[in-house]
Antibody, heavy 123, light 107 residues
């Protein structure tokens, strides 16, 4: 059974640099691309970042480029999101999500999600 | 790619057939997923590949379309189906993009 558990959220002052973590279990973590998706209070879903299964490729939404860094530790089945230079607009629930792969090899949808961790940027 | 969804809100009665629409600003082939999100919960994958139900999703949920026009149909709405529904394209990325969502509430 796939299980994703995020941690590291809380109230953070603007300019601070928290790191979110996502502990994965129930699947072979090292063979799947992983994502962070966020949701501002009362708003829709926004994809944030993806990291390839081996960590060799990373992509970000423009609004976090240069500020956030996605990483993974396949020996510990853990995904991270280092968040630097936080802005009030970064206030959101941050979900980690496993990328799904269909029988034809197409991928890019999110078949399992964690419960999310709330990051509130406030002075 | 910009994703749009209509309507923004849909008020329906249990047992009714529901049709939600999703449009992409350019073709995404069949690389389209649908998610359901209930208050306080994470999104749940319903449909991927535009029409393939995810594991454990009831047969009353079906997806159709390709290119730029997609539909999610709930054949007979159950009480547990009142939620917000999002579409997401994964054909051209980054970024992966979601629609703004359609809220299905009780009439």
């Amino acid at each position: 059974q796939v299980h994703l558990v995020e941690s590291g959220g809380g109230v953070v002052q603007p300019g601070r640099s928290p790191r979110l973590s996502c502990a994965a279990s129930g699947f072979t973590f090292s063979t799947y691309d992983m994502h962070w998706v966020r949701q501002a209070p009362g708003k829709g879903l926004e994809w944030v970042a993806v990291i390839s299964y081996d960590g060799s490729s990373r992509y970000y939404v423009d609004s976090v480029k240069g500020r956030f860094t996605i990483s993974r530790d396949n020996s510990k089945n853990t995904l991270h999101l280092q968040m630097n230079i936080l802005e009030p607009e970064d206030t959101a629930v941050y979900y980690c999500a496993k990328e799904g792969v269909d029988y034809g090899g197409n991928s890019g949808y999110f078949d399992y999600w964690g419960q999310g961790t709330l990051v509130t940027v406030s002075s | 790619i910009v994703m749009t969804q209509s309507p923004a809100t849909l008020s329906v009665s249990p047992g009714e057939r529901v049709t939600l629409s999703c449009r992409a600003s350019q073709s995404v082939s069949s690389n389209l997923a649908w998610y359901q999100q209930k208050p306080g919960q994470a999104p749940r994958l319903l449909i991927y590949g535009a029409s393939t139900r995810a594991t454990g999703i009831p047969a009353r949920f079906s997806g159709s379309g390709s290119g730029t026009e997609f539909t999610l149909t709930i054949s007979s709405l159950q009480s547990e189906d009142f939620a917000v529904y999002y579409c997401q394209q994964y054909n051209n990325w980054p970024p992966f993009t979601f629609g703004p969502g359609t809220k299905v509430d009780i009439k």
